[in-house]
């Protein structure tokens, strides 16, 4: 793990406020991801876990506070700008293109080679999704489910990130996918990337995360470790409806 | 008709197709990937054409006699268009990727305007003859009949091109992300694909597309100014039947429309029961019956697919300004001030005879605002039930003697049956594939107006439409034409009153919610379809009886009345107004108007001011005029 002592988190967010059209829907939310972290943002429908991404990444309209990756500030930046910088984006209803291959889908994704992060081609990617390397050449529409969130995982390990917003990974798809997941995120974890989370699964989070966030109607309600989380039940009661 | 003939009608009908593909193409390729409709296609065609002419003279000066030379200026004038189209990309519509799809349809609407009348400033206003192609002139025979050497060949260049974008879509790099981009282009950007980059060379790739096909119609017809409008319609029809993003779609409706086409002059005039009926007739519209039949049969074309559609309603939803006191009062004033106008104005006789058109359209923007804004329904048509509304008046008071004041109830009568029947079918669809089925509709219209000889007087349209002894007397004080001036006033102001309180009513709330979510809307009760196909009813009816007091303002018609362009003027009134409030229609159909009416008659180049002004408003108000002033307002009151 390369933390560097005085070294900026790898993303951070400060008094972010964002709006749909006229409905304001986050407000004043701090977040923070260390390198080489997993932090799961918890919160129920609705609370703003995919808003926050969205924010993150350039893809909404108005967005106030301040949004650092690596230090510079970046935001009102647009989504490509963001993705070349090393911020690589996994939406939470998958959007992988239905009417392109797999090979395809990954070639989209594909970003020139990066001295400080992990060098992703097809063939290490079917390394870690042995599935997909199986179907190469079948078009993403013919794609089961799970198959369709492997593929956009993949997709965007193909930009050779630095970190990863990881929109609700867990949702929709069979327990045996679900643990492959988890056991993938702790693989890239391995390999030095940072991981924000957005999961309802407060067992899925629990395995993979150092870190929780809770965000309930556009708050921030709870910020700290996993295990500092487990043992405040009134919390998850009261956010998650445990 | 021999076999023989019947094989050349198929094979000229081939080559027609390869053009038609050519533009509808480039247009497809641009939706697909910018969800931009770009209404200057046409026009980018018709540079085309004048550019192959350019260099086409000048190569041939370089290259006498030499094939070379006609194939270059080809080349150039379909680089020139593609460099031009990456032009337009870059100043205009990368600053509106985000507004509103009306916006974006009126300021590429803006720019066809401005190419227009840059063509006639850069060639003059007359047509310009094409080469022979050396090598390619004469005829081949076909089983004895002559066909043409250069038909032949663009019978080869449609389905080459086809390939070749083929090729370039599914075996390079560009062309995967062109495919990404056309399901999801938000998605394309977030994994780092610089979208302003693709944006441009896609529209580049399209345009030169438009340009290549102009400049290869250069032999089979001289560049002309009358190119761009049947370039745009045509390019529309066969994006909108092979469905939008689909290329081999695009290529299939070319061949479709251009064989029926063939085959209608092939059948030539039908002897069926005593009756006679002349096919070739039908060439005029059978690319809008076959659209209109399509749509019906398999709503997003043949090869399209649902999501192509285009996203609903305007940004933020109209919501009318509730009536005030103040408001109230603001309008009383405003039509007391124009009831007394033919007094204070007897000086200047002129005035209420523009205001007389001021009023009409101003009647007839308001009826397509009332689908449009409130009810999301873009109709590329509605000047069918403007003209429905005039001729069918007309027609009647010509057969039976009648007093004009009938004509105020045939009027709007007709404009309902119109709209009854075609929004039936129309309601049906939504986003550009409804805008397309009503612009087929009034298209259908429009043609058998221009050809029923016997009963619309044909191209010379109907003469001698008098209002009423009492309404066409002069009375002394007041300006000539001041009755009916005020019948006008009277009759649109209560039609205005009317539209206005039917927005307001449970009615009018049921349009609006049938617009910003037909699922929920459907899920508490409300029969969308069955709405919408009421509020279409209420427009035709409003734009009927516009029709007549225009026809009657004028003592004629004639089939331009019902032209697509008169409906593409009354899209740009509402547009021009802004389509998020009541007064935008009104204040948008008295600024064209009155544009249209003192720059069309002093200045060459109006259309170019026309579309500049437009542009401006695009760019800078995208609220519109109406909205501009709420905003001046706003700041005055902050």
């Not at chain 1, 070639?107 to 997909?132: H, I, K, M, S, Y």
């Not at chain 2, 309902?416 to 089925?437: D, K, N, P, Q």
């Not at chain 2, 016997?454 to 300006?479: D, F």
């Not at chain 2, 009104?586 to 002093?602: H, M, N, P, V």
Request: hydrophobic residues 50%.
């Amino acid at each position: 793990m390369t933390r560097t002592a005085g070294a900026p988190p790898i993303v951070e967010v400060r008094g972010l406020r964002a709006w749909y059209g006229p409905a304001q829907i986050l407000f004043d939310i701090d977040l923070t991801l260390e390198r080489g972290s997993v932090v799961a943002l918890m919160g129920r429908n609705g609370a703003g876990k995919s808003t926050t991404f969205k924010a993150i990444m350039g893809l909404l309209g108005r967005v106030e506070g301040t949004i650092r990756f690596e230090g510079n500030d970046v935001r009102g930046r647009p989504a490509w700008h963001m993705a070349r910088a090393g911020l690589g984006y996994v939406p939470e209803d998958r959007r992988i293109f239905t009417e392109l291959t797999v090979m395809e889908n990954l070639a989209v994704g594909r970003q020139p080679r990066r001295d400080d992060a992990p060098f992703w081609t097809p063939e290490r990617v079917f390394e870690l999704f042995p599935n997909l390397g199986r179907m190469r050449d079948r078009r993403g529409g013919e794609m089961s489910g799970g198959e369709q969130q492997m593929l956009t995982v993949a997709r965007t390990l193909m930009g050779n990130p630095r970190a990863i917003l990881l929109d609700e990974p867990s949702e929709g798809v069979a327990p045996v996918i679900v643990e492959q997941m988890a056991s993938m995120i702790l693989d890239l974890k391995r390999e030095g990337l940072s991981v924000l989370l957005s999961e309802q699964d407060p067992g899925f989070a629990g395995a993979v995360s150092d870190r929780a966030c809770i965000l309930d109607r556009g708050q921030i309600r709870f910020d700290g470790t996993m295990q500092s989380l487990i043992a405040s039940p009134d919390i998850g009661h009261a956010y998650l409806g445990l | 008709m021999t076999s023989a003939s019947l094989l050349v009608q198929i094979l000229t009908g081939l080559a027609g197709a390869s053009t038609l593909f050519l533009t509808g193409a480039g247009l497809s390729l641009i939706f697909g990937v910018t969800r931009v409709v770009n209404f200057a296609h046409g026009s980018l065609f018709m540079v085309g054409a004048y550019l192959g002419w350019t260099a086409g003279e000048w190569l041939r000066a370089l290259l006498p006699g030499s094939a070379a030379g006609f194939w270059l200026a080809t080349l150039l004038a379909t680089l020139g268009v593609a460099a031009l189209g990456a032009l337009l990309e870059t100043l205009i519509l990368r600053r509106i990727y985000r507004a509103p799809e009306l916006f974006q349809l009126l300021a590429t609407f803006a720019v066809a305007l401005v190419l227009r009348d840059g063509c006639l400033w850069l060639w003059g206003a007359e047509d310009l003859l094409g080469p022979r192609v050396p090598g390619l002139t004469g005829a081949l025979s076909v089983l004895g009949v002559p066909f043409p050497r250069y038909d032949a060949a663009l019978i080869v260049i449609g389905p080459a091109v086809l390939g070749l974008m083929h090729l370039l879509l599914t075996r390079t790099h560009f062309g995967v992300l062109i495919r990404a981009a056309t399901q999801d282009r938000e998605m394309v950007s977030a994994l780092g694909v610089i979208e302003s980059r693709l944006f441009t060379s896609v529209f580049a790739i399209g345009a030169g597309l438009a340009g290549l096909a102009g400049a290869l119609q250069l032999p089979r017809e001289p560049a002309n100014l009358g190119l761009d409008l049947p370039a745009i319609s045509d390019a529309f029809v066969v994006v909108v039947i092979g469905g939008l993003g689909s290329l081999p779609g695009a290529f299939l409706a070319a061949l479709l429309i251009s064989l029926v086409k063939a085959g209608c002059v092939a059948l030539g005039t039908v002897e069926l029961g005593g009756y006679s009926f002349a096919f070739p007739r039908l060439t005029l519209v059978a690319e809008f019956i076959v659209m209109a039949i399509v749509l019906v049969v398999r709503p997003y074309g043949l090869m399209g697919r649902p999501e192509g559609a285009l996203r609903g309603p305007a940004a933020s939803p109209i919501r009318p300004e509730p009536e005030t006191p103040r408001s109230r009062a603001l309008w009383g004033l405003a039509i007391a001030a124009l009831a007394l106008l033919p007094w204070i104005a007897s000086a200047s006789p002129y005035t209420t005879v523009a205001l007389v058109d001021v009023f009409c359209f101003a009647l007839f923007a308001m009826s397509l605002f009332f689908i449009m804004g409130p009810g999301g329904m873009h109709s590329f048509g509605h000047a069918a039930y403007f003209g429905l509304g005039a001729y069918g008046a007309a027609i009647v008071l010509k057969a039976t003697g009648w007093s004009m004041m009938w004509g105020l109830l045939i009027g709007p009568l007709a404009g309902f049956v119109g709209a009854l029947i075609f929004g039936w079918f129309s309601v049906r669809l939504s986003g550009v594939y409804l805008a397309m089925l009503t612009l087929a509709f009034g298209q259908i219209v429009w043609s058998i107006i221009y050809q029923w000889d016997a009963v619309t007087g044909g191209s010379n349209g109907l003469t001698g439409l008098w209002p009423a002894g009492w309404l066409s007397t002069r009375y002394p004080g007041v300006t000539p034409n001041a009755a009916y001036y005020l019948l006008t006033l009277a009759c649109v102001g209560s039609a205005v009153l009317v539209l206005r309180r039917v927005l307001d009513a449970p009615f009018g709330l049921a349009v609006r919610a049938g617009r910003d979510s037909p699922l929920r809307a459907e899920s508490i009760g409300i029969n969308v379809h069955r709405i919408q196909w009421m509020a279409f009813c209420v427009a035709g009816t409003a734009a009927g009886l516009a029709g007549v007091l225009y026809a009657f303002s004028k003592g004629s018609i004639a089939p331009d009345l019902v032209h697509v362009g008169r409906s593409i003027d009354g899209l740009v009134m509402v547009l021009l107004g802004g389509v998020e409030s009541l007064a935008g229609p009104l204040i948008g159909a008295a600024a064209f108007t009155l544009l249209q009416d003192s720059a069309g008659r002093s200045f060459d180049y109006w259309r170019a001011a026309t579309g500049a002004a437009m542009l401006v408003v695009v760019l800078a108000f995208p609220q519109g005029l109406a909205g501009l002033a709420r905003s001046i307002r706003g700041r005055a009151k902050a």
